[in-house]
């Protein structure tokens, strides 16, 4: 269970955010589920016919804590809206109790009466149901889980052990495909530097962060200011300054195509088959300003200095499923160099960026990495020879009810460099001041850096396990901002 950041001023907190969890199969007593009907307090909405894609789209504010239930393998066993409700999970144990909202009330109600054999009546929580719920009680990261027995009935709702299962169970031949923005205002954060500030801004002229801080709608902004100290191992003394802000609007985009599963055979049809192909991934518009001033005091191993961790979990409704995206930025200075140069750079860049997995039969999951920056500098000055590299980037890690699928690391830079030679000269047998002379040159660079891995974790999809960690590839590009003659 991750632990959770502490809440942090940005009213009007909702869970949402980005991607993944474990999978494995189900135990035995699954044949229990043939002989019964889907649950009586089921609505009687279905899934989408399997000729038309599933909608993905935010989850509205009345299925913050909505649940879908499937019968795999038994007639009319799609996944459906329920009214059953994940009253309480023990991540421990992967025991839930489980309840229904009985109509015209508010109040859960228990799903079914006590048996000698400790099975629920029929029409109820039975062996082979495959929940997926929004965040719940003991489930922040929201819970996809198949039920291996009924154990009995408490004043809460009928008591299941559940093991953990995979989407394809659920969305069997459906396709889905879509694009969330996440809402900037459902991010907890943790402030790690004192002088960090959080602003945002959506729909609804609302806004939240300092006086006069303007922020595009959907857009979530992190302002930083901090002294840089001296490293250890530096190879000088030093003083420096970072200020500036990062702004990203976050998207989390997913897709499922049940290629595999409409080619499995007959005697193949009542298991799941994984699907032809998935996406996760997570993508956005970028906008960062900063400044760097003085002698950095850092050495060659880059020094990362987070100021700032972001958590969402936003919960994506495609079709009748709530699937809960676990999505998590930290936003940090890193800074290299050799301890002498002295630089007062400032840097603006808007951009995108987009990273993730994508899967296919044939190729398995590969990488998807791109970013499209334009910078430009607003003030440029190096003195002295050496070099130092500062970056003011984020780190964003996207999973599937807990567990972390996609990692990508953004990282925009400046980079300066100087090269040239300090001479002095005092006449001989004089009290004349020394004549200094200095020749050289420098440059100042931007660049970007953008790498991440794919997860083991994604095979929550139904996919087959990733035997290790899928290094990302790192996108690289660096390009001249200014130079000069010292």
Known sequence: MRKRPSRALVPALA????FLAAGCSAGPGQSSAAARTPDAGTSA??????????AVAAAPAAAATSTAVA???TAGGKARKTSLKVKSYDSHTRRAVISTVAKGTSSPSPTGTPTPTGTATPGRTAVGDVI???PAPGAPDGLLAKVTKVIGETADGTEVQTAPTTLDTLLGDDDAKGTVPVDPASFDVER??????VSWAKTGDIHSGPEGTKVPLGSLRVDVATKVATAEGAPASADASVSGFVQVKPEVDFSYGGGASTASTAST??????PGAAYLGVSGDWTSQWALKGRAGATAKPVRLPFAKLHADPVLQVGPIPVVVNLDLTCYFEISGDGRVTVDVEQNLKGDFKAGGTFGTAAGWTPVNESHMDSSPVRTSVTTAGSVKAALGAQATVGLYGAVGVTADL??????E???TVTATTPVGSGAKSDVAASGSWALYGGLDLSGTLQIQLAIFGTPVIQHAIPLGTLHREWKLADGKM
């Open 45 to 54: 909405t279905t899934t989408a016919n399997s000729d038309q894609p599933l």
């Open 269 to 274: 049809a009542s298991t799941a088959s994984g």
């Open 71 to 73: 019968r795999p393998g």
């Open 192 to 197: 790690l530097l004192p002088d960090v500030k």
């Open 418 to 420: 100087a090269a040239g």
């Open 15 to 18: 869970a949402s955010a980005l």
């Open 411 to 416: 990282a925009p830079y400046l980079r300066g």
């Open 132 to 134: 997926a719920s929004a």
